[in-house]
């Protein structure tokens, strides 16, 4: 373990690691309460679109992705406002249209290694330059959530009652997009555009078996994030394994041993109570 840490980029890849399982859950816990889950697949299929033209056009393709990421996030936020009571059907149109792009423009790209290297990312390669970004962004994103905790937490549940209540939803939700397609962006080239989305959903689905408030919900899904991120890092590291594809499997691990916990309390705690009823009533 400790010689682990000598290498500097693995060094890179825990101090990305702990940010984005940190940030991308608490991003995630709104998204969830929005009924909007698949926004971080459409987004992180949108990406591939701006990695290819980014790649075909020589410039930096985590630049592209970002640009992909904002145009696909206010389309959907477009799309949403038009179909208020079909909101998932913005997330369908941009993530077909995504996978669209991606598709023909993949065609295009001269070296599809490194394309392909944006599919399941590469935590472990990650430069000083991109550990920057990760960094600006998270800590943007965190300050987002944070200061605008009232403001969210009314419109998660009911936009039009947090309307009356003097929220700003037009400006709130541009900003929420902003957040989210830059978020995916920085994500796509360390953890993989088709990881993100397990990142943003997965913590927040283990927080929502044992939360009881909405700040026990950033809590714990920032917990399980970071917890399930480093375990994937350190056990990819000693097996030889894919990071971004072991982060995810043990996120969807911890869910599954919650969820059995949690049936095998269920079935405990009636036979206790009626074990007990006798003894109360003697």
């Known amino acids: 373990m400790i010689e682990m840490l000598q290498y500097t980029f693995m060094q890179h890849a825990l101090v990305v690691g702990v ?6 859950p608490l991003v995630g816990v709104i998204i969830v309460l929005k009924r909007l889950s698949m926004i971080g697949d459409a987004l992180s299929h949108t990406s591939l679109a701006g990695v290819a033209a980014g790649l075909i056009a020589g410039i930096n393709p985590v630049l592209g992705a970002a640009f992909a990421c904002l145009v696909g996030a206010f389309c959907i936020e477009g799309i949403r406002l038009k179909f208020r009571e079909q909101s998932e059907l913005a997330v369908a149109v941009v993530m077909a249209t995504g996978i669209g792009f991606a598709g023909v423009l993949s065609g295009f790209v001269p070296n599809a290694a490194s394309f392909s290297s944006f599919l399941f990312g590469s935590i472990l390669t990650v430069s000083d330059l991109e550990v920057l970004a990760v960094l600006v ?3 943007s994103a965190a300050a987002f959530c944070l200061v605008l905790y009232r403001e969210l937490f009314l419109m998660a549940f009911d936009e039009r009652h947090a309307r009356a ?7 709130i939700n541009a900003l929420f997009v902003v957040i989210i397609a830059l978020m995916v962006a920085v994500a796509a080239r360390t953890v993989g555009s088709l990881i993100v989305s397990s990142m943003m959903v997965v913590p927040v689905a283990c927080a929502l078996q044992v939360a009881r408030s909405w700040r026990q919900m950033y809590a714990v899904s920032a917990l399980v994030g970071v917890s399930t991120t480093v375990a994937g890092i350190v056990v990819s590291y000693f097996f030889g394994l894919k990071p971004g594809g072991t982060i995810v499997l043990m996120a969807v691990a ?3 041993v919650i969820l059995l916990a949690k049936a095998v309390l269920s079935r405990v705690r009636p036979v206790a109570g009626k074990d007990a009823l006798p003894d109360r009533t003697a």
Do not use: E, K, Q, S
């Not at 940010?19 to 991308?24: D, K, Q």
């Open 19 to 24: 940010v984005l399982g940190l940030v991308i």
């Open 137 to 139: 962004v998270a800590a």
């Open 165 to 171: 209540a003097g929220v700003r939803n037009g400006a």
């Open 254 to 256: 911890l869910l599954l």
